[in-house]
């Protein structure tokens, strides 16, 4: 199988603009949940799609928000980039979420300048 | 909430030398427990888990065991090889999805 792929690898913006950044998710895979990396803060979790419903969602401003198609794939955008917006962001798949094992794919490394 | 503890790092030993990584959790409730180890410019590789209490979960010679009593899935592995020089994160999976540590960077010289 395929494992979870993220497009595009890398990105730069800069402040004020806005981003959207794409997930596949391994194939059937209905839960996409997706993490900020920074070098402060570490791996923070932002929101988990289930079956196109956003079903939690971590603790980040409303700038960032989701969605997730009929195929299981993700999207996050990233609203009025702040310099503080820079890091890795990382889409994982899971089968049904919850307590399942999630698979992460590489990350979106963005620059926000 | 939910929280997880690692070892301050990094930390460098030499080939063929014994790791221990420490991890110790909080948590309400029957947590699933991870180790994923992440290399330079990729994202996260599950390296190992265990969903409850005694299990022992183990892969490419590593092994952790979900201690309840001492809320603890510390990671270890007998000789470490230069190809394990790699960051390891250890985790918790509950309804919310995972918690992270911070994460410890381990460098292995020949």
């Known amino acids: 199988k395929a494992g979870v792929t993220q497009t595009p690898r890398y990105l730069i913006k800069t402040r004020g603009q806005q981003v959207t950044l794409s997930c596949s998710p391994i194939?059937?895979?209905?839960?996409v949940s997706w993490y900020q990396q920074t070098p402060g803060q570490g791996l923070q979790f932002l929101f988990e799609?289930?079956?196109?419903?956003?079903?939690n969602k971590g603790n980040f401003p409303g700038r960032f928000s989701g969605r997730q198609f009929s195929n299981s794939r993700s999207e996050m955008n990233v609203s009025t980039l702040e310099l503080g917006d820079s890091a890795l962001y990382l889409c994982?798949?899971?089968?049904?979420?919850?307590?399942?094992?999630?698979?992460f794919g590489p990350g979106t490394r963005l620059t926000v300048l | 909430g939910n929280s997880v503890t690692q070892m301050e790092g990094p930390v460098t030993l030499s080939e063929e030398a014994f790791l221990t990584i420490n991890c110790t959790y909080t948590?309400?409730?029957?947590?699933?427990l991870f180790w994923y180890v992440q290399y330079p410019g990729e994202g996260l590789q599950l390296l190992l888990k265990?969903?409850?209490?005694?299990d022992k979960g183990s892969n490419k010679g590593f092994e952790a065991t979900y201690r309840k009593e001492t809320t603890s899935f510390h990671l270890e592995k007998g000789s470490v090889q230069v190809s394990d020089s790699a960051v390891y994160f250890c985790?918790?999976?509950?309804?919310?999805?995972?918690?992270f540590g911070k994460g410890i960077t381990l460098s292995v010289r020949p």
């Open positions: 994982a798949s899971s089968s049904s979420g919850g307590g399942d094992t999630q698979y």
């Open positions: 194939s059937g895979h209905r839960s």
């Open positions: 799609y289930f079956s196109e419903t956003q079903r």
């Open positions: 948590a309400t409730g029957y947590p699933s």
């Open positions: 265990a969903t409850k209490a005694d």
């Open positions: 985790a918790l999976s509950d309804r919310d999805g995972l918690t």
